[in-house]
């Protein structure tokens, strides 16, 4: 061993210290020349065992994507729902004809709605949600004459049923302006009604009292749209 | 495949809001308004008015035209009035004459009173076929006080019984206003 070249001695420096190494494990010294090559191949596995195993864990998913079928259950819960929209700001109630006739004026109402089948319905409604203001005018809480009231008829509800004949408007209640049945739903035909959005007039009467007052006034009103 | 599910639930949260902006809102608000005006509207109770004398020979005529009145002035500098005015005189010829009468001081007049708001005519007050005369005013910030119903008032006509007047039936017509501002 110690006639091999620079390189030879380097390799040889090597095998000692292996050789010494397995010295004390073995006697045999030409057992020892065998069992290093298959130590250094073991060692370069050991070494090489953990970059396998992250390339597996990284390549695993990718493979598994591949081969792997897999299925989702899409499940849509259809709830009742009902929405205005496209809702007037004003109305404006203007008086046509012979002195003192009442003032009169239409809101259009556009609405979607959808209940429950067999067992749902729906409903809209309004409220006066704001007297009219200033005083001593038209007022719905408080009028000044008995009789004098906001009073209002629905017309073509295009999904549920209109209002039933004259409806007086409250502002400690709502009443009634179209009621929705169970299985009625906005849109696409079928069962379902043939215009989207459904649409409803109203046609507000207000009593002109000669006890008003001259000038302008306001009052607001709420609709609410419910289904169930 | 789970990018594509990745993506559909992405695309999914963004159409949610818009389902929801498609359908509306719970809730919506109006406002209602009205302007309110002077009006006034008068209806004649009686659509004919017969003028009948009794008593002494030669006593006047009498008789009554009743009215009710509905009547709603300006707040400020508001006014409105009640009048009337003979629009067809008496016919046939030869008989009583508001325009023409047979002897001076031959005259339908009449008397006014009121159940409501204003003031009545003053007076006796002799009718004409050229002018309108009054039977009532109000002033500012006047209104009906009766409602629905109407205030009521009454013209107490007088005609006299003139001897010239040959025997006969006569009528004329009387057309009342009322007006408000």
């Not at chain 1, 409806?167 to 049945?181: D, E, G, H, K, P």
């Not at chain 2, 005015?85 to 009449?110: E, I, R």
């Not at chain 2, 009054?134 to 006299?160: I, N, R």
């Not at chain 2, 007047?165 to 006569?170: E, L, Q, R, V």
């Amino acid at each position: 061993m110690s006639g091999q070249g620079t390189s030879a001695a380097y390799e040889g420096k090597v095998r000692i210290e292996y050789a010494e190494r397995y010295t004390f494990s073995s006697a045999l010294g030409s057992g020892s020349c065998v069992s290093r090559p298959l130590e250094r191949v073991g060692r370069s596995i050991m070494r090489l065992a953990p970059l396998v195993v992250w390339g597996a864990l990284l390549l695993a998913p990718i493979r598994l994507e591949a081969q792997t079928l897999t299925t989702q259950t899409l499940q849509a819960v259809i709830s009742p729902l009902g929405g205005l929209f496209s809702f007037p700001n004003s109305v404006t109630l203007s008086k046509t004809g012979t002195t003192f006739n009442n003032f009169t004026g239409s809101l259009a109402i556009q609405y979607r709605a959808r209940t429950t089948q067999s067992t749902g319905g729906g409903t809209i409604t309004v409220q006066a949600t704001s007297d009219f203001n200033p005083a001593n005018g038209p007022s719905i809480a408080s009028p000044p004459s008995a009789g004098d009231a906001l009073r209002y008829t629905c017309s073509g509800a295009t999904l549920g049923t209109n209002c039933s004949g004259t409806q007086t408007v409250r502002t400690f209640a709502s009443t009634n302006v179209v009621t929705l049945s169970a299985s009625e739903c906005t849109g696409g035909g079928g069962s379902c009604s043939s215009t989207d959005p459904n649409t409803v007039t109203v046609n507000f009467t207000l009593t002109n009292d000669p006890k008003y007052k001259t000038g302008s006034y306001s009052a607001t009103l709420t609709f609410t749209i419910s289904a169930s | 495949m789970k990018k594509i599910v990745a993506l559909v639930g992405v695309a999914l949260l963004f159409t949610a809001p818009l389902a929801h902006a498609q359908l509306g809102s719970a809730t919506g608000t109006t406002t209602v308004s009205v302007t309110v005006g002077a009006e006034a509207a008068l209806n004649i109770t009686n659509s004919s008015t017969p003028l009948t004398a009794t008593g002494t020979n030669f006593s006047n005529y009498t008789g009554s035209t009743g009215l009710t009145y509905f009547v709603r002035t300006t707040q400020s500098g508001g006014s409105g009035s009640v009048t009337l005015k003979v629009t067809t005189d008496f016919s046939p010829a030869n008989g009583p004459s508001v325009g023409t009468p047979p002897s001076a001081g031959d005259k339908l007049a009449y008397t006014c009173s009121l159940s409501g708001v204003g003031t009545a005519c003053s007076g006796s007050q002799t009718s004409s076929t050229t002018a309108s005369t009054s039977v009532a005013t109000f002033g500012a910030d006047a209104h009906t006080v009766t409602f629905p119903g109407g205030d009521t008032a009454t013209t107490a006509w007088t005609l006299t019984n003139d001897p010239k007047y040959k025997t006969g039936s006569y009528s004329a017509t009387v057309t009342f206003t009322i007006s408000a501002s």
